[in-house]
């Protein structure tokens, strides 16, 4: 996959893992919350070693529309529904320090990363809009300089909006890279396992963790998940906790754009996000895996793109995705209580940029003994009494559903029947297959099931990948993975003879 932000961008290297080598914190995962993560403890003088899969930044970051913003979707009335008036305010002022921290370390750093200051918009085109007249009001309560309007410079009319002031946008992999230039990273370094080592098989150094990639291995005293999506099924159970939410981006040229970066809140809006001379134009979101979704929000993206711009020149298009929590706050702290020594950064919810410096800073906080009193809110431990019902009851079916009932479901079409660019669950030679045949008629075949936990996979026929409704891996036609949880690409069948 490469993206509009990928694109022109000189793109630094640095060597795979050989042998062995120690660190105090090993960071799994360099996308924008690893390097963040890792930049910010090496400020504080802790050895890290960042441990990337692909590339830096290969991730879910390069697929990003990059609005440095506090304003996370319908989140704050909701949040002191759910959570009450404190824990709001706390979270509410940890994200507005988040924007803070951005600015203050691209100007002290000089970093040249497009950045800029901009209001963001949440919008609808519902005749109620009382529920964005809530949220604007109780913003303002929570401390935001935050306003309620009608007036929105988009190609169409909106009922009302809230306007969020002093938000931000940048450039993710220009400071991504400014920021790795100062860090201790391996790529093409995709970690194995990880294993907390006996009192006899530690080190002198007593290091208590060992893990593994396919060619070295690092001890260290402290191992942060920054994957996305942890490998490991358990502890920590995960698998649990979190699900995938896609969206289809088109990168524009030759339109009229919007004053400032605008998120429809109706369940076919759109995200307008301007870049330059080029708009980052989202559709709406589906759970990864949902193969009807996916094509239904790619053609309203491609038809609302004839209507609003009809000389628009689509540059680029790319489909990203990210993880939501059943409570919609991320999963930042201890991974379990059996691995003290091991963190995670996760469930950003598709508001990674400040959730990452949330991340970053907090973990920061937690390794050098100071107080933040967002530990406790976003401990993954904690008992989610506050999960969305309808969230939890659509990942408790979709898991029964693409894991047990898929087996029952005979397939209706035969490999020989797919037509060439055509894929999906077929019966070749007699089983049921993931099937895709390439524009040439080459035929890929696979086990239909996901390496990570078994689930049935489901062919995104838009983005030409297999996609895992469970907990959203991904792996492109060939088979290749693209993203976790699942570590292993798919495995091909035998070819007929
Ligand atoms: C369409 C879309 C638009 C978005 N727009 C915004 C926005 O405007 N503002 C905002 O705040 N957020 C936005 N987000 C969310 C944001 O992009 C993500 O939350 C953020 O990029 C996540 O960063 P990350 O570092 O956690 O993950 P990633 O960038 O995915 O990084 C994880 C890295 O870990 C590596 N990895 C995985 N497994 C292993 C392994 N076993 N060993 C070693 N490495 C491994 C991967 O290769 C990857 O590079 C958006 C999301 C989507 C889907
Ligand atoms: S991602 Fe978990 S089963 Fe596929």
Same mark, same amino acid.
């Given at each position: 996959?490469?993206?509009?932000?990928?694109?022109?961008?000189?793109?630094? +290297?640095?060597?795979?893992?050989?042998?062995?080598?120690?660190?105090?914190?090993?960071?799994?995962? /360099?996308?924008?919350?690893?390097? @963040?993560?890792?930049? @910010?403890?090496?400020?504080?003088?802790?050895?890290?070693?960042?441990?990337?899969?692909? +590339?830096?930044?290969?991730?879910?970051?390069?697929?990003?529309?990059?609005?440095?913003?506090?304003?996370?979707?319908?989140?704050?009335?909701?949040?002191?529904?759910?959570?009450?008036?404190?824990?709001?305010?706390?979270?509410?002022?940890?994200?507005?320090?988040?924007?803070?921290?951005?600015?203050?370390?691209?100007? *002290?750093?000089?970093?040249?990363?497009?950045?800029? #200051?901009?209001?963001?918009?949440?919008?609808? $085109?519902?005749?109620? $809009?009382?529920?964005?007249?809530?949220?604007?009001?109780?913003?303002?309560?929570?401390?935001?300089?935050?306003?309620?309007?009608?007036?929105?410079?988009?190609?169409?009319?909106?009922?009302?909006?809230?306007?969020?002031?002093?938000?931000?946008?940048?450039?993710?992999? #220009?400071?991504?890279?400014?920021? +790795?230039?100062?860090?201790?990273?391996?790529?093409?370094?995709?970690?194995?396992?990880?294993?907390?080592?006996?009192?006899?098989?530690? *080190?002198?150094?007593?290091? !208590?963790?060992?893990?593994?990639?396919?060619?070295?291995?690092? %001890?260290?005293?402290?191992?942060?998940?920054?994957?996305?999506?942890?490998?490991?099924?358990?502890?920590?159970?995960?698998?649990?906790?979190?699900?995938?939410?896609?969206?289809?981006?088109?990168?524009?040229?030759?339109?009229?754009?919007?004053?400032?970066?605008?998120?429809?809140?109706?369940?076919?809006?759109?995200?307008?996000?301007?870049?330059? &001379?080029?708009?980052?134009?989202?559709?709406?979101?589906?759970?990864?895996?949902? +193969?009807? %979704?996916?094509?239904?929000?790619?053609?309203?993206?491609?038809?609302?793109?004839? &209507?609003?711009?009809?000389?628009?020149?689509?540059?680029?298009?790319?489909?990203? #995705?990210?993880?939501?929590?059943?409570?919609?706050?991320? =999963?930042?702290?201890?991974?379990?209580?059996?691995?003290?020594?091991?963190?995670?950064?996760? /469930?950003?919810?598709?508001?990674?940029? $400040?959730?990452? =410096?949330?991340?970053?800073?907090?973990?920061?906080? =937690?390794?050098?003994?100071?107080?933040?009193?967002?530990?406790?809110?976003?401990?993954?431990?904690?008992?989610?009494?506050?999960?969305?019902?309808?969230?939890?009851?659509?990942?408790?079916?979709?898991?029964? %559903?693409? @894991?047990?009932?898929?087996?029952?479901?005979?397939?209706?079409?035969?490999?020989?029947?797919?037509?060439?660019?055509? /894929?999906?669950?077929?019966?070749?030679?007699?089983?049921?297959?993931?099937?895709?045949?390439?524009?040439?008629? !080459?035929?890929?075949?696979?086990?239909?099931?996901?390496?990570? =936990?078994?689930?049935?996979?489901?062919?995104?026929?838009?983005?030409?990948?297999?996609?895992?409704?469970?907990?959203?891996?991904?792996?492109?036609?060939?088979?290749?993975?693209?993203?976790?949880?699942?570590?292993? *690409?798919?495995?091909?069948?035998?070819?007929?003879?």
């Amino acid at each position: 996959m490469t993206t509009f932000w990928k694109k022109d961008m000189n793109t630094p +290297s640095y060597p795979t893992l050989h042998g062995e080598i120690q660190t105090d914190t090993a960071i799994i995962g /360099g996308g924008l919350c690893g390097v @963040l993560t890792a930049y @910010l403890l090496k400020e504080q003088g802790i050895d890290c070693v960042v441990l990337e899969a692909a +590339s830096i930044g290969s991730g879910q970051t390069m697929g990003t529309t990059a609005k440095i913003t506090s304003q996370h979707g319908l989140c704050y009335h909701n949040l002191i529904q759910t959570h009450g008036r404190k824990i709001a305010k706390c979270y509410a002022a940890a994200c507005r320090q988040a924007v803070t921290d951005y600015s203050e370390l691209i100007h *002290s750093q000089n970093i040249s990363c497009s950045f800029e #200051q901009c209001p963001t918009y949440l919008y609808s $085109t519902c005749e109620n $809009t009382l529920f964005l007249m809530a949220e604007a009001n109780d913003a303002e309560y929570l401390g935001f300089d935050a306003a309620y309007t009608d007036k929105l410079s988009l190609p169409f009319p909106v009922t009302g909006a809230v306007r969020f002031n002093h938000q931000a946008a940048f450039h993710p992999l #220009q400071f991504l890279y400014a920021l +790795s230039r100062e860090l201790t990273i391996y790529e093409h370094s995709r970690v194995l396992s990880v294993k907390l080592l006996s009192s006899k098989e530690q *080190s002198s150094a007593g290091f !208590k963790n060992m893990i593994g990639t396919e060619y070295g291995t690092v %001890s260290a005293r402290r191992v942060i998940f920054a994957c996305h999506y942890p490998f490991l099924r358990y502890p920590g159970f995960y698998a649990l906790k979190m699900f995938q939410k896609q969206n289809p981006v088109f990168a524009l040229q030759n339109v009229e754009l919007p004053e400032a970066p605008c998120l429809g809140v109706d369940p076919d809006g759109l995200s307008f996000r301007p870049a330059g &001379e080029f708009l980052l134009l989202g559709g709406p979101s589906y759970r990864t895996g949902d +193969s009807k %979704s996916a094509a239904f929000s790619y053609a309203l993206l491609k038809q609302r793109v004839k &209507e609003l711009y009809p000389n628009g020149h689509i540059l680029e298009s790319w489909t990203a #995705q990210d993880c939501v929590t059943l409570d919609g706050l991320p =999963m930042i702290g201890i991974f379990s209580k059996s691995r003290p020594e091991w963190c995670i950064a996760d /469930g950003f919810g598709k508001w990674g940029m $400040t959730g990452s =410096m949330l991340a970053a800073t907090l973990l920061r906080d =937690m390794f050098t003994g100071q107080k933040n009193p967002l530990e406790q809110i976003v401990f993954p431990g904690r008992f989610l009494r506050h999960a969305s019902f309808d969230f939890l009851w659509e990942h408790i079916s979709v898991f029964t %559903s693409s @894991l047990l009932l898929s087996r029952l479901k005979k397939p209706k079409v035969v490999s020989d029947d797919l037509q060439t660019d055509e /894929g999906g669950i077929v019966l070749h030679q007699g089983k049921k297959t993931a099937a895709y045949r390439n524009a040439d008629g !080459k035929l890929y075949t696979f086990l239909p099931r996901c390496p990570h =936990m078994g689930c049935e996979l489901s062919w995104n026929a838009e983005a030409k990948t297999w996609d895992c409704p469970c907990h959203g891996s991904r792996f492109r036609y060939d088979g290749t993975l693209l993203c976790g949880p699942a570590n292993l *690409s798919l495995t091909p069948l035998p070819q007929e003879k």
